[in-house]
Every structure is written in structure tokens, then in C-alpha cells.
């Protein structure tokens, strides 16, 4: 039996929801549409995969305490406080790896950054519709600049800042939005604090002959 799935699809859901009650924009919330579908998400279990952690790990105490802080405020989205139960309950059961891009991260960087898979063909559960990972990175770090063919919207937990097409640097908030069209180029850095986010990256439709 895999444990993990229950919470990693009340993940996905609650993530979704909250999304979708902060995109500003109709290309936002077509966006939405493109990488979560507009019917019911499907899931399917596979066996659990082996838990592993990174450096970077080190840094999720802290952005989980800096985020309950954020939630004791009562001024962010209701949704939050279940999102960041349920990744405090998977967060110990996930695969963290460097990501797609570890063979181009700086030394510093691989001490600083990390990511998880959630939902997607690397994870414990999948979905034909959408990729979920969780990203950590510390505090004074840049991911460089980068791009999927895919879409995504990532679900800021956090402090820091993201910018798009190397415009200017953002910052979504906790509770905020950055959005990907796919093949854009962007990238993401910390000041003082770490950064928690999780990525939902839309998936192409299945073939069908």
C-alpha cells in the first residue's frame, strides 16, 4: 500500500483550488485550465518510492516556520493552512533530487537548492494531467535562467522573487502566483530567506490513435 498517496492527492487538489482563486487574469486562469484540466484529476498508485533528502532540506523548517507565521496573521488564503499540513506529512516520505538541471547548478547551488516530486511519472502517484513538485532553496541563492516546453503555475509559500523573458524581478508573496508559459525563460532567487513553492507543471494529452 502506498501511504503517501491520500495526502499527495489532497495536495493537488487544495493546490489547484488555491490557484484558482488567486490567478488575476484571463490568461491566467486559461492557464489554469491548460495545466489542471477542467473535469475531475484522475490519479493513479504506483509502489512508494524510496525517501531521500538533499542538503537543501535543511531549510524546510524554516520555511515551514516562516509560512505558519504568515497563516497565524489570518490574511492569506484558508486553504493554505491544509496545503501546508499535508506537506509537512509527505515532506519526509519524498524523493529530493537537484532537479532537470543539476548538472548546470553552481557548487553553492547544489548545497542550496532541491525539489521533490509529488505527483508526476518519477512519483509514488500519477496523473495524466499535471506534474506537482515541491521546491526548497535557501536563503541568497538564484536558480538560473531556465525553461520548460510546458506550462506551469507555481503556488509561492514564501518570500522571494521571480522574474519572466529576464523582465524584472517579482515578488508573488506567500500565497502568490508565478506563471510560465511554456518555453518562456525565467528563474527565482532568495534575499534573507528560503524559498517554498510547489510547481504544477501541465502535462500533454495522451495520445490517442
Do not use: K
Not at 484540466?37 to 542538503?55: C, D, I, M, N
Not at 506537482?132 to 541563492?141: C, D, N, T
Not at 503556488?155 to 524584472?168: F, I, P
Request: contains cysteine; negative net charge; hydrophobic residues 45%.
Amino acid at each position: 500500500m502506498n501511504a503517501a498517496a491520500p495526502n499527495a492527492r489532497a495536495l493537488v487538489e487544495a493546490v489547484s483550488l488555491s490557484l484558482r482563486q488567486v490567478v488575476t487574469t484571463p490568461s491566467m486562469a486559461w492557464a489554469h485550465e491548460r495545466v489542471f484540466g477542467t473535469g475531475a484529476l484522475t490519479f493513479s498508485e504506483t509502489a512508494e518510492v524510496s525517501a531521500h533528502r538533499q542538503p537543501a532540506c535543511d531549510f524546510l523548517a524554516e520555511s515551514f516556520a516562516r509560512l505558519d507565521d504568515v497563516l497565524r496573521q489570518g490574511t492569506a488564503d484558508a486553504r493554505l493552512h491544509q496545503i501546508a499540513l499535508l506537506l509537512r506529512a509527505l515532506e519526509p516520505r519524498l524523493h529530493w533530487t537537484l532537479g532537470d538541471l543539476e548538472s548546470e547548478l553552481s557548487d553553492p547551488l547544489t548545497q542550496n537548492y532541491a525539489e521533490a516530486a509529488v505527483v508526476g511519472p518519477n512519483a509514488s502517484v500519477t496523473c495524466d494531467t499535471v506534474e506537482v513538485r515541491i521546491l526548497v532553496m535557501g536563503p541568497h541563492s538564484t536558480y538560473p535562467e531556465h525553461s520548460h516546453a510546458l506550462e506551469s503555475l507555481t503556488l509561492v509559500l514564501s518570500e522571494g522573487e521571480w522574474r519572466r523573458a529576464r523582465g524584472a524581478w517579482f515578488r508573488p508573496g506567500t500565497g502568490g502566483v508565478a506563471w510560465n508559459p511554456g518555453g518562456i525563460t525565467h528563474a527565482m532567487r532568495t534575499h534573507r530567506e528560503p524559498m517554498l513553492a510547489i510547481r504544477c507543471l501541465g502535462l500533454p494529452a495522451p495520445f490517442s490513435g
